[in-house]
């Protein structure tokens, strides 16, 4: 192999730090670029080279993330999310409720059902008329329920994914009605096969509590919840507009985890002693939560600017 | 148009297309020799500064050839380009006078300073 080829084909396997829509555009440009600037009898890229392109590779990479997040469509996103992480949640606890009456095993009391419901279904419909209020309403609900999460779980590890999905939806509700148009523009966005794949999974999710004597091992309840979260998400990115889908499904994802953790444990029967393992799982809620979070600063931001700062640097 | 200064190689790089469309390896080499090759621009940050001014609006492709079997793709400047640019170098510029004229000043007030000591020391030597 002559020493051009060698350096060409160095540059492409260092081109593959950029995204595949950068390298389509520039790649065949860029090679002519850094043959023609490489001193003669050059085989390898000098560190220099290399750094540059690395650092540009990622530089593209962070940037089109940058442009993810900052897309139009999030507020869409995250107004159905207001709707959608309400309705999920009370069609689970409605299941619950009649399992109770069907089964006679007893009606779902207070704590497990009135309150929750209360706080889920409450923040979306006072946001028809006083968004902000709603906004704050959900706030001091996801608060209510950290309080008992914090108090007697303390630093032991024990958290209890029920209440901790319960806190990680109204979290993610306060913020979907604090930056978003909120449920008027939702029930605009979503059609009937949307309300449909919503009820199915939160009946789905209420239903996971009646399985508990299946007594699965670990490996195949885990295995059903991921095939079944797949199987929700792609029929619900099916039913929405374009963009809508990858962003929502982002911010479901952050009560998803912990009610898969939920779902689990009531599958494998071993839910009490799941308990004990429960908190690892909630850290990547925690640093999506913290993605969704940024997101809703950025939005909010550019709406308060109106003037983005595209061309700086 | 924007509220804050572009940075450097940016500023450099549609300088160099302000001349006329030029392609990739135009654009280094006329960079360089137009910070008097203080500032050498590689392929990395070339393209990425590209890819974003093209975003933005303020670059555009010119006309792309083949030559010696690679692609060569020439780069111009927008209208919007040559405005920010334009913006972006009557703000340098007026920063730049600013300097030298306080520059000017406090040179002329160190010298009458160094006159004034010199006054006075001849003044105790009497």
Known sequence: ?313 | MTKSSIQEPTFLILTALAAGPQHGYGIMTDVASISGDRVRLRAGTLYAALDRLRADGVVDVDREEIVDGRLRRYYKLTPPGAQLLAAEAARLSANAKAATNRLRRHAAGAAGMVRAAGAAMARGAA
Not at chain 1, 169 to 184: D, K
Not at chain 1, 229 to 250: C, E, G
Not at chain 1, 279 to 298: E, G, I, N
């Open chain 1, 1 to 313: 192999m002559n020493g051009e080829g060698a350096l060409e084909r160095r540059f492409r396997r260092l081109l593959a730090w950029y995204p595949a829509e950068h390298r389509r555009t520039y790649a065949e440009e860029m090679i002519g670029v850094l043959l023609a600037s490489a001193p003669s009898g050059r085989k390898r890229p000098s560190p220099a080279e290399a750094l540059d392109l690395i650092g540009g590779g990622l530089q593209a990479r962070l940037r089109r993330l940058g442009t993810w997040f900052a897309d139009p469509s999030w507020p869409d996103a995250l107004a159905v999310g207001s709707v959608a992480l309400p309705v999920i949640v009370l069609t689970s606890l409605a299941v619950n409720y009649l399992q109770g009456v069907v089964t006679w095993y007893g009606l779902a009391g207070l704590s497990d059902f009135y309150l929750p419901a209360l706080a889920i279904a409450l923040p979306p419909l006072l946001a028809l008329r006083y968004r902000p209020a709603a906004a704050i309403a959900a706030l001091v609900a996801a608060g209510w329920f950290t309080f008992p999460l914090v108090k007697y779980s303390g630093l032991s590890g024990y958290f209890d994914p029920l209440e901790a999905g319960y806190c990680a939806a109204l979290l993610v509700e306060a913020i979907a009605l604090a930056v978003s148009p909120g449920p008027r523009r939702a029930l605009v966005i979503m059609g009937w096969r949307t309300w449909l794949v919503l009820c199915t999974a939160g009946a789905a999710l209420g239903f996971a509590s009646l399985c508990y004597h299946w007594a699965l091992p670990t490996w195949l309840a885990a295995l059903l919840v991921i095939a079944f979260l797949s199987a929700v998400a792609t029929w619900l990115a099916a039913t929405l507009p374009r963009q809508v889908p990858s962003r929502l499904l982002l911010v479901l994802a952050i009560p998803a985890g912990p009610a898969a953790v939920w779902t689990v444990g009531y599958l494998t029967g071993t839910y009490a002693a799941f308990l004990s393992y429960t908190l690892p799982y909630l850290a990547p809620d925690l640093l999506l939560a913290c993605l969704v979070a940024a997101m809703a600063w950025k939005v909010r931001r550019r709406e308060a600017t109106k003037l983005p700062d595209k061309l700086a640097g």
